[in-house]
C-alpha cells in the first residue's frame, strides 16, 4: 500500500501565517515565507497554501506572495484563495505551483472551472469544499462558513467526479483548530460516496488522531496545520513535521 499523503496546510491572512479556530479568531503564527523554508528542511510531502484574506473580500490573488512561495518552496503547492477565472490559474501555474484550489468558483460559476480542467489538466485541479453539521445534516459552506449552498453534500461529490476534477479536499469547519480529531462519520461519509482522491482536514491534534486515520481510511491525504505549527498544552509556536506516522 502507497504511504498516506501528510499535508501541512498554511493560511495566510494579509501576508501573514495564521491559525483559525471554526474558521474564526485569527492567531499570528509568522512568516508564511520563512515557514516553507522550514518545511523544505523537514522534507514534507508536499504543502496547502490558502490566502483566507482574499477569498473573505473578494479580491484577487496577490500573486507577488504566490510567486515568492513557489520560489522557496523545494515541494509541490496547492494554492487556494480569489481564483475567480482560467486566466488567473495559469498565471499561477507559470510561477510554477503545482495545483489550484477553488472553492466558490465552483458554485458561482462552474464552467470556468470547466476550462481551468480543459486548460491544465483535472490532475491540478483541486476543489475544496468546506463542510460542517447543520441541523444534523453535513452541509457545504462557501465565504469562510458564512453561506451555506442549498445541495446535498454527497450530490456535489457526484457532481465533482462527473466533471472531472482531480481532487477534493474537504475541510472541516467543526474541528478546525480545535485539535479533537478527525471527524470519521464524515471521512467514512465522504469515502465511500467519490472516486476521486480525497484529502481530509480539521481537527488533528495528536499523533494517533493521524495514524487511526490511515489505519482505517488508508493512503489518500491527511491535512494537519495545529499538530504541525503548536507544542505543548500552551501551543507554542513551533514548526515541525513527520510524514510517517507508523514510525
Known amino acids: 500500500m502507497l504511504r498516506a499523503r501528510i499535508i501541512p496546510f498554511l493560511l495566510i491572512s494579509n501576508n501573514d501565517l495564521v491559525k483559525t479556530t471554526k474558521f474564526d479568531n485569527e492567531n499570528y503564527i509568522g512568516d508564511p ?39 522557496e518552496a523545494r515541494m509541490p503547492v496547492t494554492y487556494g484563495g480569489g481564483v475567480k477565472n482560467k486566466l488567473d490559474a495559469l498565471k499561477i501555474f507559470n ?3 503545482e495545483k489550484i484550489s477553488v472553492n466558490s468558483l465552483y458554485f458561482d460559476n462552474k ?28 452541509c ?16 456535489i461529490l457526484d457532481d465533482l467526479q462527473e466533471i472531472n476534477v482531480g481532487e477534493i479536499i474537504i475541510n472541516n469547519i467543526d474541528r478546525d483548530g480545535t485539535m479533537e480529531g478527525y471527524d470519521n ?14 484529502t481530509f482536514i480539521g481537527g488533528v491534534g495528536k499523533n494517533s488522531d493521524m495514524k487511526n486515520a490511515i489505519q482505517k481510511f488508508g493512503s489518500i491525504g491527511y491535512g494537519c496545520s495545529s499538530l504541525f505549527i503548536y507544542k505543548g498544552p500552551r501551543k507554542a509556536v513551533l514548526i515541525n513535521y513527520k510524514n510517517n506516522f507508523f514510525d
Open 185 to 198: 462519520n464524515l471521512l467514512e461519509l465522504v469515502f465511500k460516496e467519490t472516486q476521486i482522491p480525497i
Open 111 to 138: 464552467d470556468e472551472v470547466k476550462e481551468i480542467i480543459n486548460s491544465v489538466g483535472s490532475q491540478s485541479t483541486v476543489v475544496t469544499l468546506d463542510v460542517s453539521l447543520y441541523k444534523g445534516e453535513y
Open 140 to 155: 457545504v459552506f462557501t465565504n469562510r462558513g458564512k453561506n451555506r449552498i442549498n445541495k446535498e453534500l454527497t450530490s
Open 33 to 71: 515565507l520563512n515557514t516553507v523554508r522550514i518545511f523544505n528542511e523537514k522534507k514534507c510531502d508536499e504543502i496547502s497554501v490558502y490566502d483566507i484574506s482574499i477569498s473573505s473580500h473578494n479580491k484577487s490573488p496577490n500573486f507577488k506572495l504566490i510567486k515568492d512561495i513557489a520560489h
Open 95 to 97: 510561477f510554477g505551483i
